[in-house]
């Protein structure tokens, strides 16, 4: 009686169709199986340990003796002293608490009283990569997905690195605007040529890729291909009038709700002097800091639910379904917390 009552003289009393089955991270103790920036390259030295904030725990960085970054869980096995409190003595990670020292690859060397090693004292050692900057660390035992390239090589190309403030939402949240071709068009201002390409996107079973050619709201033509690959890390490679850039915004995950954002932009070094080339990614920089900036203050307000779409909305929709079943998992929990 009452929901007639409710319904008198509606046809169709409105309903929110919303999905609750893309899981958050965090949920059920579970994160997403992707490459996570974990701080810049600078951070990591063979001669100090520093400890970060990840997947709602804590990790250390490190250079082995080879001079490779490597990412491992933070608290020592023997009695829980936090390991970035230590130091790398010839090569290891010595525990401030005790002495103990740890290898690169997690094994524990040696005991500063002299008692053999347990065989459970080891750490966690996260598959760790470094590129463009940063160090990586993929929330697994084995990455299922490489980081994507350029279509240049990386040593043809100039780098240059931001770290941006965290933002209170997950980072495939931030990811859904690429897919989001709707967004595009009234938040960034840009007027896409032709008819949305919904069927010319490329998926894997871990990213999606497309192409567009829009002109800016001042009037500037760009052509730009952008993806998102994990998802973590949204990718750019754009020929703005006569000259290329690419550009790459990254997104670390220290704890649930938390997205860790970094700004990654590059040129080509024959583009011109090193004064050039420096001068030109500052534009690109600010440039992308506009871009940006407009989907921070969304994102700073915004109650993320995913309700009706339209027909503009299909590749949107279809990222939404891969986030129901991108693989979780958070084998390194009982180590990092």
């Known amino acids: 009686m009452a929901d007639d009552q409710w319904g008198a003289g509606i046809a169709n009393p409105p309903r929110r169709h919303i999905s609750h089955d893309i899981p958050a991270e965090g949920q059920d103790g579970l994160f997403t199986q992707a490459w996570y920036p974990i701080c810049l390259s600078s951070a990591a030295t063979n001669t100090n340990v520093r400890g970060f904030d990840f997947l709602d725990g804590r990790v250390i960085v490190v250079r082995d003796e080879h001079g490779r970054a490597q990412v491992l869980s933070a608290y020592c096995p023997h009695m829980g002293a936090d390991l970035a409190a230590g130091h790398m003595v010839d090569g290891q990670i010595r525990c401030i608490f005790h002495h103990w020292k740890y290898g690169a690859d997690g094994r524990c060397r040696s005991t500063a009283i002299g008692d053999p090693a347990p065989e459970a004292a080891k750490l966690f050692c996260f598959p760790t990569q470094e590129r463009w900057g940063l160090v990586w660390a993929y929330n697994g035992e084995t990455p299922h997905y490489d980081l994507p390239d350029m279509p240049f090589p990386d040593d043809e190309l100039v780098f240059k690195v931001r770290v941006l403030p965290d933002l209170p939402v997950d980072p495939w949240i931030i990811c859904a605007n690429t897919p989001d071709m709707q967004h595009i068009k009234t938040l960034h201002g840009i007027n896409i040529e ?127 379904r891969m986030m129901k079943t991108f693989p979780r998992a958070h084998p390194s929990a009982e180590f990092i917390k």
């Open 194 to 320: 032709g008819e949305d390409r919904h069927d010319a996107v490329e998926w894997t079973d871990h990213s999606l890729k497309y192409k567009f050619t829009g002109i800016y709201s001042n009037g500037d033509k760009l052509t730009n291909e952008i993806g998102i690959f994990g998802p973590t890390l949204y990718w750019q490679s754009s020929q703005f009038g006569e000259k290329w850039f690419g550009f790459m915004s990254p997104f670390g995950l220290p704890r649930p709700s938390v997205s860790t954002l970094y700004m990654v932009v590059c040129a080509r070094k024959d583009m011109g002097t090193l004064e050039e080339i420096d001068a030109w990614l500052e534009f690109v920089i600010d440039l992308e800091t506009k871009v940006v900036s407009e989907d921070v203050h969304n994102m700073l307000t915004m109650k993320f639910k995913p309700g009706v779409l339209t027909r503009s909305d299909k590749t949107l929709a279809r990222y939404l």
